[in-house]
């Protein structure tokens, strides 16, 4: 959030830089982000990004998320699927994805 403030928000009661208002009406056109001030719309765009994913999880369409800070590139490989050969789409990919992890685990 932070970030995003930071980038697009001139100040938290601005609004927001047209470019993330035209993104935001891309993504989501059920919103008046025209209407918000900066800080709204970066606190609607997470709420509703993040409502978004939970559904998609309860769902089944997705199968979880991640903290970045948390994750390192192996985690996030791991969590694509690119170890489990009933999941990776093209095998190469999942093959070099794990030699390159296996061998900064050696490091």
């Known amino acids: ?40 719309a970066a606190a609607m765009y997470w709420l ?3 409502e978004i994913a939970l559904t ?10 991640y903290k970045r800070e948390e994750t390192d590139a192996c985690g996030v490989a791991a969590l694509s699927g ?7 789409i093209y095998a190469p990919s999942g093959l070099l994805a794990n030699a390159s992890c296996e061998a900064l685990s050696l490091s």
Do not use: T
Not at 19 to 33: G, Y
Not at 56 to 65: E, F
């Open 56 to 65: 998609a999880i309860k769902s089944g369409s997705l199968d979880g998320w």
């Open 1 to 40: 959030m932070e970030s995003l403030c930071v980038k697009f928000c001139p100040s938290l009661s601005s609004r927001p830089h047209k470019h993330f208002i035209s993104v935001m009406i891309a993504l989501f056109p059920d919103h008046p982000w025209d209407s918000y001030s900066c800080l709204q």
């Open 82 to 88: 690119f170890f489990d050969e009933n999941k990776v």
């Open 48 to 50: 509703v990004y993040n």
